[in-house]
């Protein structure tokens, strides 16, 4: 009888701390989510000025954007995308523009910015070369920063500006307490595939579906790529 008792208290006290850690991952979420303007945390990495491109970034939200940016954004996509997405592309289109605009979208935009005397000017921006999207949710019960885009137009790509960007990115994800950034790359993309794995060091999450089903992963296009921050949330996204 005593026995039951005290399995009975034991699963009130686990159920308890399962719900005090879901409330708190709930809570950082929504506070990351709450914030306006996440670079203003970073303030240098407002401007990159290397290997010959000078650009200034600014944040936005998905609920937020203007008829020209929503209409930059998708045209860039299809620029960069529609060639890895193959027959797949008209479809992943239309799910593109739903998740450029849901309100939980976030976005850093990256413009062409003029250098005077020496230094970047933020207040005469240029025209838009790029931007990323990302958002504060939940993989496998963990709290993550997942990139949903990270575009470039062809002109400023390979001047470390990509990088750049996801260093950022990762700045943001410790300084809200994330434990990891996760994206999702498509296996026909080989260079995205190489600037992740191969200069950023990311892995290819457990939660991939090559790594849940290997027999069945040849028939999906894509992976699930991470970096992880802690030893606990290793052993979730990584093992």
Aim: hydrophobic content about 40%; aromatic content about 8%.
């Amino acid at each position: 009888m005593e026995s039951k008792r005290v399995q009975s208290r034991e699963k009130k006290v686990k159920r308890r701390e399962l719900l005090e850690k879901k409330k708190t991952i709930d809570e950082l979420i929504k506070a990351a989510s709450s914030q306006l303007d996440h670079l203003d945390s970073f303030p240098p990495f407002r401007h990159y000025q290397r290997n010959g491109l000078s650009v200034h970034l600014e944040s936005g939200c998905g609920d937020k954007l203007s008829s020209p940016v929503k209409q930059y954004i998708q045209n860039l996509l299809k620029v960069n995308m529609e060639a890895s997405y193959g027959s797949e592309w008209p479809m992943e289109e239309k799910l593109k523009r739903r998740e450029m605009v849901a309100p939980e979208a976030r976005y850093i935009f990256v413009h062409e910015a003029p250098i005077a005397d020496g230094n970047v000017s933020a207040e005469d921006k240029g025209p838009m070369v790029g931007f990323v999207h990302y958002r504060f949710t939940l993989e496998e019960e963990v709290p993550v920063v997942y990139v949903y885009e990270l575009q470039l137009e062809p002109r400023v790509q390979g001047k470390g500006l990509g990088k750049f960007l996801m260093q950022l990115i990762e700045l943001i994800a410790r300084k809200n307490r994330m434990g990891a950034v996760m994206l999702t790359v498509q296996k026909a993309n080989l260079s995205a595939m190489n600037f992740y794995l191969s200069k950023l060091r990311y892995i290819i999450s457990s939660i991939s579906p090559s790594r849940v089903d290997p027999l069945t992963a040849v028939e999906k296009s894509y992976e699930i790529l991470c970096k992880v921050f802690d030893d606990e949330v290793k052993a979730i996204l990584e093992v």
